[in-house]
Nanobody, 124 residues
Framework: VQLQASGGGLVQAGGSLRLSCAAS????????VGWFRQAPGKERELVSA????????HYAESVEGRFTISIDSATNTAYLQMNSLKPEDSAVYYC??????????????????WGQGTQVTVSS
């Protein structure tokens, strides 16, 4: 599967952004999908994930209640709706997909499929 991430940008604190991850070559709902982020000088972290079939979602504690992950089967696109953004949410965001749901939390760039990063910058 090929993934194309988009939707990043510059937003003020308290604002919203919606990231998109368009998939081709495979039906995205047959894969587990994760959104990761990496800020300068920090390790990549899993922000949110959704299982195959889209029935179970996971959120990092830092984004719980503010971010929502979803998959639109009609467009074969995964989304990350980000509300109430904070400056500490600033990072490069990546989407990734893998057949093994258990592998998502520790997925490396050598595993699964990854989209290119999209920069999110939240100003205070």
């Amino acid at each position: 599967v090929q993934l194309q991430a988009s939707g990043g940008g510059l937003v003020q604190a308290g604002g919203s952004l919606r990231l998109s991850c368009a998939a081709s070559g495979r039906t995205l709902s047959t894969l587990a999908v994760g959104w990761f982020r990496q800020a300068p000088g920090k390790e990549r972290e899993l922000v949110s994930a959704i299982n195959r079939g889209g029935t179970i979602t996971h959120y990092a504690e830092s984004v719980e209640g503010r971010f929502t992950i979803s998959i639109d089967s009609a467009t074969n696109t995964a989304y990350l709706q980000m509300n109430s953004l904070k400056p500490e949410d600033s990072a490069v965001y990546y989407c990734a997909a893998d057949e093994l749901e258990s592998r998502i939390p520790l997925l490396t760039p050598a595993q699964g499929s990854w989209g290119q990063g999209t920069q999110v910058t939240v100003s205070s």
